[in-house]
């Protein structure tokens, strides 16, 4: 279908767009992927209206209502020092297949995306000071031509091969827990935690709890670390898959700062967990500059390379990727993969 | 301060642009200590590839330089230069002139309008500091992108240990190193061509760099595999940097009697350590992992520019091979 720029009209989501973008989700990605399974209203209702770091969603809508294309991302609250930021990561961008040659270059990926980012992108009130995404590569050349899109780095992934769960040893004076949902003592644990990080999506009851106790389409296990009675970290596990190797997915983790030992028996009650589901492999995703990164190595993790890049998108000279890269702690839970 | 002219090197330019050069190192670096006519000769008149050099001239003062090593390099399935952008500078006087487009950027984007080129000299790289890669980056005809951030791979060292003796000190590159690149270069996309004459002027002959240089052979006398070795002071004095290994991957038992090598050397006094560079996708990179040695951050990130299509920078990230020896500080 042909459609010039002036027959659409671009726009934020409103209330009411779900049923449209939904349709139009659903077809993209059937297109790409055979092990695609419909996404429910209720899913995305949960990835957008409920995240309690927001959503930030522009469409281009043809005449007749129908979403054409969508550029959109997931809000993150950001601890720098005891500063609170948003970060977003890029999610779910698509064009209507049936619209993908109705125009010409750059097409709908820019012409959603540059009012995308002007609208949400800044360092003015509630604006992302950075935008970031794990792009496929076609996307990536488009939005390093025409969205300012720059590389942080290629994803390596941390992964522990069943032959070597053995080396993960438990480290004594620390014990595991599991519980059933994240409760508002992790406000507190996430303030006393995040000290000596750099730059941190804000782990706090309200996160945790949207992001792995509310998610409707995947059920994770929550592990905490105890010692003297006190929480001392967490670990969220599930099994799935990344970059194409079924495992035991890390999915997020935190302990203080330097608490090698809380981390050491968290990763150790996850060797346990893999063991008793079968798992081949455990499989994890951390910014190399981080202590965790050599502790996670020390425990017998190899460092691998995936497909996936890490791209931003900075507003302001200071936070530049240089700066993502060397002072943001990530995890798998960070990103739509989990 | 009068008209700049910008112009490739000539000979006679030789001792100003030296003049300038010792001036300008001198300041930003403690390891920084005034380079020789020999040392510069080695580096741009005897580099077997030739040299690269564009100046900025304020009547006979050098005031800027924008030059690279060039190194025979085949990609895909034919051959070319890959440059290593080395030895970027302006004269303090003449930085951040107001009104007047930086003399960094005028130098550079002559030098990549003289040698950028999808045939000759198809990718230019390096390891640029913040400050340069900022600048680099900023102005659309300077080109520069990010290839990756560097991890590395380090390890203790073990205490003093033997140096297997299928191990030898090679004194000189001779033909057999190139039959050694061939068979390991199979897998690789893209890579500088490792013959002797290119490996002798790169690690044997450099005028002051004391290269330690490994290898294994077979029972007939031919080269299996070799490493080479250095202490880098902007590394780390105390590390010895892996600034060479060639080894085919599908022979790991080569590979596994240079690594007992390079701990042997590590086990002298005064060293720590070791450190090395891989690729990610390198076999090496997990092998050296199963060795023990950790992956970790550092300072260094690789940028490039790319003048063909089918070579771009998305393709060098998974199909160049390179080592510390592509890197003239080191």
């Given amino acids: 279908m042909k459609l010039s720029p002036d027959d659409i009209e671009i726009r934020p989501y409103r209330p009411g767009d779900e049923q449209r973008i939904l349709e139009t989700f659903n077809r993209c990605f059937s297109d790409v992927d055979p092990n695609f399974e419909p996404r429910t209203l209720e899913s995305w209702r949960w990835q957008y209206l409920k995240n309690p770091s927001g959503w930030r969603i522009m469409l281009a809508l043809a005449p007749d209502g129908a979403v054409v294309s969508q550029y959109a991302g997931v809000g993150q609250r950001v601890a720098i020092g005891d500063r609170r930021v948003s970060f977003s990561q890029a999610v779910d961008s698509m064009t209507d297949p049936a619209y993908r040659r109705g125009l010409k270059a750059p097409g709908f990926f820019v012409l959603t995306g540059r009012p995308y980012a002007e609208l949400y992108g800044g360092r003015g009130e509630g ?23 720059e590389l942080v780095c290629n994803v390596n992934r941390l992964e522990l091969d069943a032959e070597r769960f053995g080396q993960v040893a438990a480290p004594g004076g620390v014990h595991i827990e ?10 507190d644990l996430f303030e006393g935690w995040r000290e000596g990080r750099a ?11 949207w992001r792995y106790d509310a998610c409707p389409t995947q059920t994770y296990t929550r592990l905490r670390a105890v010692r003297d009675g006190a929480t001392v970290g967490y670990l969220v596990v599930r099994p799935g ?4 190797l079924d495992g035991l997915l890390l999915c997020d983790h935190l302990t203080a700062h330097g608490d090698e030992e809380a981390l050491l028996a968290l990763l150790h009650a996850a060797v346990e967990l893999a063991r008793a589901g079968g798992h081949e492999r455990i499989l994890g995703m951390l910014p190399d500059a981080i202590p965790e990164y050599l502790t996670l190595q020390r425990a017998g993790f190899r460092v691998r390379t995936t497909s996936y890049f890490l791209v931003g998108r900075p507003y302001g000279r200071r936070y530049d990727m240089r700066w993502l890269y060397e002072n ?8 739509d993969l989990v | 301060m009068g008209e700049i002219e910008i112009r490739q090197y000539e000979p ?25 006519v020999d040392e510069w000769a080695w580096a741009y008149e005897r580099n077997p590839a030739g040299q690269r050099i564009f100046l900025g001239l304020d009547g006979e003062r050098v005031v800027s330089h924008y030059a690279a090593w060039p190194l025979r390099a085949e990609v895909q399935d034919f051959e070319t230069h890959f440059l290593q952008i080395a030895d970027i500078f302006v004269h303090p006087e003449y930085r951040w002139r107001k ?26 790289f390096g390891m640029p500091n913040k400050r340069h890669f900022q600048l680099g980056k900023m102005h659309e005809g300077m080109g520069y992108d990010l290839i990756r951030p560097h991890g590395m791979l380090g390890r203790g060292s073990a205490g003093p240990l033997e140096m297997p003796a299928e191990v030898e000190l090679l004194e000189r590159f001779d033909e057999q190193v190139q039959w050694l690149y061939e068979r390991c270069s199979g897998a690789w996309g893209a890579s500088t061509i490792r013959d002797a004459t290119y490996l002798n002027w790169r690690l044997v002959d450099h005028p002051t760099r004391e290269y330690k240089r490994l290898g294994v052979r077979d029972s007939e006398g031919v080269l299996r595999g070799l490493a080479v070795v250095r202490r880098v002071p902007q590394i780390d004095p105390n590390l010895l940097t892996v600034i060479e290994w060639l080894v085919p991957p599908e022979e790991p038992e080569v590979g596994e009697l240079l690594q007992r090598g390079l701990l042997s050397l590590a086990g002298e006094p005064g060293v720590h350590g070791l450190v090395a560079m891989f690729p990610d996708w390198s076999p090496w990179f997990e092998q050296f992992q199963a060795w023990g040695w950790l992956v970790h951050t550092s300072p260094y990130f690789m940028v490039g520019r790319s003048y063909r299509k089918s070579v771009d920078i998305q393709w060098l990230r998974r199909h160049w091979h390179y080592q510390f020896s592509d890197l003239d500080w080191v």
Avoid at chain 1, 199 to 209: F, G, P, S, T, W
Avoid at chain 2, 17 to 28: C, K
């Fill in chain 1, 178 to 187: 599991p519980f059933e949902a994240f409760d508002e003592g992790f406000d």
């Fill in chain 1, 328 to 335: 943001w702690y990530y995890t798998l839970g960070d990103t």
């Fill in chain 1, 199 to 209: 730059a941190i999506q804000v782990r706090d009851a309200a996160h945790l709890r």
């Fill in chain 1, 241 to 244: 898959a990344f970059d194409h």
């Fill in chain 2, 12 to 36: 006679r330019d030789q001792a100003a642009l030296l003049e300038t050069f010792n001036l300008v190192f001198a300041e930003d670096s403690e390891h920084a200590r005034p380079r020789t």
């Fill in chain 2, 99 to 124: 009104g007047e487009q930086n003399l960094f950027l005028k130098t550079g984007l002559a030098y990549f309008a003289a040698f950028g080129s999808q045939w000759e000299d198809v990718v230019h």
């Fill in chain 1, 127 to 149: 604006q992302d000071l950075v935008m970031w995404g794990l792009p496929v590569p076609s996307a990536w050349r488009i939005g390093a031509k025409y969205l300012d899109y």
